[in-house]
Each structure stands twice: as C-alpha cells, then as structure tokens.
C-alpha cells in the first residue's frame, strides 16, 4: 500500500515553454502532498505544501509565479514549471502522506526535467 | 527553521566492516527522524526511522540512535555489503506528516 506515481518520468523541452508533473496517490487519499527539487549530488529541498482545496505554501526562494502547484483533488497534485529555462533542469519528486498521526511520507519516483 | 547538517560527505568502508553517519539538527520541537537511502535516479527509499520518545531503534544491521539533549542522531550500518552503496539522506520534521528537512547527503561506498 502507499504508492505515489508521478508522470512524466523524463521531460525535455524547450526554454520559454510550460511543464506539467502530476503526482498520483494511488490506493490512498492525500490531504497533503511535498514538491521536492534534486539537483545532481545534491540534497532534496522542499518546494512548497501542496494541500487539497487551499493554496499551496511555497518555501522561501521558490517563485510562486514560476512553478504553480494545484491540488485539485485527494490523489492529484501538479506542478508546472511555467516559462521554463535550463537552470530549472533538475530531479523533481513529491512526496504524500497517509494520515497526520502517521510520520512516514511516501515518495513518487520522481520527474527528470530538461530544458533546453 | 529547521536545520540539518549531516556528515560525512563520503564515506568508503571495507566490506563486512561498519559504516556511521551522523546527522545534527536545529530545531528543538522536531520529534521524527527518518533515513533514506537513495540510488542515482530513483527515489528516496525509507530504511529506518525514529521518533524522539525513543533512543534507540535496530533493524537487522541497521540501527539509529537519538540523543535529544544533543540534537543529534546516527546511522549505523553492519556488516556491509556492496549493494549497501548508495547516497544515505538524513531528515528531520515535526512529525504528524510535516515536511522534512534533509541533511545534505552521504555517499557511501563499500569495497569488495
């Protein structure tokens, strides 16, 4: 049980354009979702909150206006990288959770994005 | 906010010999550590965690100790083999599903 599945796995695309990542809990319902970004031989660091039927808590540093996160329902969340150029190329994974008395959070396999 | 600095960076350990990875944090209210361990390209996998009404956790050769009072917390693999070679990620949150804070990462590497 817990399985998160993200789509697309891999994503190139031109700078200037728009990227969508969806981020699926498959056989659970999340109330919140993490957005995570991964650059080579680096740490995760947290994007934003994404909770269902509110805004999302962006971390600071992180363009709200660049990458617009909708969690429009209780297995869904996106991410869209809007006006996308390559210093955005990097690992992007999301993460959910079961149930707030439950510490674990379970992790998508992540997006590789490249911009070219 | 939460802080985690994680060391060391790398670390190559014999097979069979023991590995440690030590994590500090910051905040005093955080109550849930977890470890991962992560492959290049994958996600991060959780291998142990512990939560900070205990001191100690061990599964099979992995184990993690806490010392609250210090704000610190290890990682201590045995016996290791090749396939333990990965990167190990640290974390720390306030529990309840709150978001994590990750230590910047160790890249175990264990030799035949």
């Known amino acids: 049980g817990a399985v998160v599945s993200q789509h697309p796995s891999r994503v190139i695309c031109k700078s200037g354009t728009s990227v969508k990542i969806e981020c699926r809990s498959l056989?659970?319902?999340?109330?919140?979702m993490f957005w995570y970004r991964q650059f080579p031989k680096q740490s995760l660091m947290l994007m934003a909150t994404?909770?269902?039927?509110?805004?999302?808590?962006?971390e600071q540093g992180v363009e709200k206006d660049k990458f617009l996160i909708n969690h429009a329902s209780l297995t869904l969340s996106t991410l869209t990288v809007t006006s996308a150029h390559p210093e955005d190329s990097s690992f992007y994974i999301c993460?959910?959770?079961?149930?707030?008395?439950?510490?674990?959070?379970?992790f998508g396999p992540g997006t590789r994005l490249t911009v070219t | 906010g939460e802080n985690v600095e994680q060391h060391p960076s790398t670390l190559s350990v014999q097979e069979g010999d023991s590995a440690v990875i030590k994590c500090t944090y910051s905040d005093s209210a955080s109550n849930y550590f977890p470890w991962y361990k992560q492959e290049l390209g994958k996600r991060p996998q959780l291998i142990i965690d512990?939560?900070?009404?205990?001191g100690e956790k061990k599964d099979q050769r992995i184990a993690v100790t806490l010392n609250k009072t210090a704000k610190h917390f290890s990682l201590h693999i045995t016996e290791t083999q090749p396939e333990d070679s990965a990167v190990y990620f640290c974390a720390a949150s306030t529990g309840g599903g709150n978001k994590l804070t990750f230590g910047t990462g160790t890249q175990l590497k264990v030799e035949l």
């Open positions: 056989d659970f319902q999340a109330t919140t």
């Open positions: 512990i939560r900070s009404n205990v």
């Open positions: 994404s909770n269902e039927g509110s805004k999302a808590t962006y």
């Open positions: 993460s959910a959770r079961v149930d707030p008395l439950i510490y674990e959070q379970y």
